[in-house]
């Protein structure tokens, strides 16, 4: 059985919520998740798409598993860091990183600190949420590990 990306580990109902918040507040999202449906076949033009609501396109594109690596990415980005960025926000004060309400700061390079620093901020995740921050963990672990060392251990070691 193939492992599941962070984002198709996601339950389908939460996949849709974060497209919909993702299509409304950006028009090129639509755009790009219209393109998908549209790549997928089925009839359907981009620009029929187009018309379609936040909430039939969203149901649609999990329905397909229309969305590429780089799209689930970014919409895990848009989770964590738009929609719900408490865990980042905890994570990165944890860390020492200077961010603007999870937003890491321009002139920030990875690595973001040193192992301590990593497991500093996953033991404060992981007491402030519990087992609410092991999806945020998995996501950075998965997709962004080299910015914080010793995460794949710290990760692996608790779940």
């Known amino acids: 059985m193939a492992t599941l990306t962070p984002w198709r580990a996601l ?17 090129e999202v639509r755009t790009a998740l219209a ?9 359907f033009r981009a620009t029929t798409l187009m018309t379609w609501s936040p909430e039939k396109l969203a149901k649609e594109v999990v329905r397909l598993n ?26 990165l004060d944890a860390a020492g990183v200077a961010h603007k309400d999870g937003h890491i700061s321009e002139d920030s390079a990875p690595p973001y600190g040193d192992h301590a620093n990593t497991a500093n901020a996953v033991q404060a995740v ?15 672990t998965t997709y962004n590990a080299a910015s914080w060392p010793g995460i794949e251990q710290l990760v692996v070691l608790n779940t």
């Open 11 to 27: 339950p389908a109902e939460r996949r849709i919520a974060v497209i919909m918040a993702s299509a409304k507040q950006h028009k």
């Open 35 to 43: 393109a998908r449906i549209a790549q997928k076949g089925g009839g």
């Open 66 to 91: 229309a969305l590429q690596p780089q799209d689930e990415l970014d919409m895990l980005l848009h989770l964590y860091v738009e929609l719900e960025p408490s865990i980042q926000i905890a994570f």
């Open 126 to 140: 992981r007491a402030q949420f519990g087992e609410a921050c092991e999806h945020y963990l998995m996501t950075i």
